[in-house]
């Protein structure tokens, strides 16, 4: 079986890497990008001892940093099979606080490196691909202060079908997943009552992400295309009564 030449973007830390691994461990080539060197190269390094794994510094907020990090990708790899658009940023603050660099840089990291990337990732697919956004369910659902976060990770749903439908002719298929509540720290953190707001009954992990995306990326599933998935345990659809 042919290795897959697979960028997962924000993969130094958290879901990102979890994401990298998995690949990795399935038997793909890896490579991770990052705007943090340092935590970036460690990623790498661990992925390696199960699979292959490398790092590519890039923030993806620049435009001129994504078109390097694909000439770069086209010069040693010659092609690309999977492309996971994770990189992203969360700041909350409150509505009337809010400035236009802070909005810029919310909405240039989420959103619009998801497009560009994809553009640049497209024209490497040259036998098709499989490209996958991580979304969020703030999309669908929202607490004060979080307007530049939802704005973003509704466009990024919004992007994916619209990207759907502009590469179908290429065998490009896109899909998003919109992640709930998921605890990248340690378990003992959280407390009981954080599970039981999930049917699930327990908060989620990168490793449920990571799953997904093997799923969504594997050439199986060519009829899952322009899609968004939910994975969050059933919160968003769990109906509490404030007392």
Known sequence: MTKRIVLVTGAAQGIGTEIAAAFAAAGDRVILADVNVDKGHEAAERITQNGEARFIHCDVKNISEINHLFAQIRGEEGS???LINNAGISIWKNLFDVTEEAWDEVIHTNVRSVFFCSQQAARLMKEGGAI???ASTRAFMSEPDSEMYAAAKGGVIALTHALAASL??????????SPGWIHTGKREELRPIDHKQHFSNRVGTPADIASACLFLASNEQQFINGENLIIDGGMTKKMIYEP
């Open 132 to 134: 996958i956004n991580i």
């Open 80 to 82: 690309l099979d999977v």
């Open 168 to 177: 179908q002719p290429y065998n490009i298929r896109v899909n998003s997943i």
